[in-house]
């Protein structure tokens, strides 16, 4: 028990060094896309390290697709309808952007 608590603070410790930089790589994106489900702290790290900057499409996809995840984390039903709303939009955006981008 103490071993997994362990654990989950170095990843969000590193995790979070990696989310100060500018840019945030595509395998940690990728890392994290199926944590972020079960992690609350983890998804809501990743949205703000996706939002700081004008990014590629593939990075404004994960971008929706963290707030689509985030809607589940959410407790008010507003809230929740408001969050995967703009997580759609942004995957949207992104696919009018690149339609043949296989990723998006």
């Not at 408001?82 to 339609?99: H, L, S």
Request: charged share 20%.
């Amino acid at each position: 028990m103490i071993l997994k608590k362990i654990m989950i603070l170095v990843i969000f410790s590193l995790l979070g060094v990696a989310c100060y930089g500018q840019s945030m790589d595509l395998e940690s994106i990728r890392a994290n896309y199926k944590k972020a489900v079960l992690y609350k702290k983890l998804c809501l790290t990743m949205i703000k390290g996706l939002s700081r900057g004008n990014e590629s499409p593939v990075h404004l996809t994960y971008l929706g697709a963290f707030q689509m995840i985030w809607a589940k984390h959410a407790i008010n039903p507003i809230s929740k309808l408001k969050t995967f709303n703009m997580g759609k939009k942004k995957i949207e955006d992104a696919v009018m952007a690149e339609p043949n981008n296989l990723e998006i």
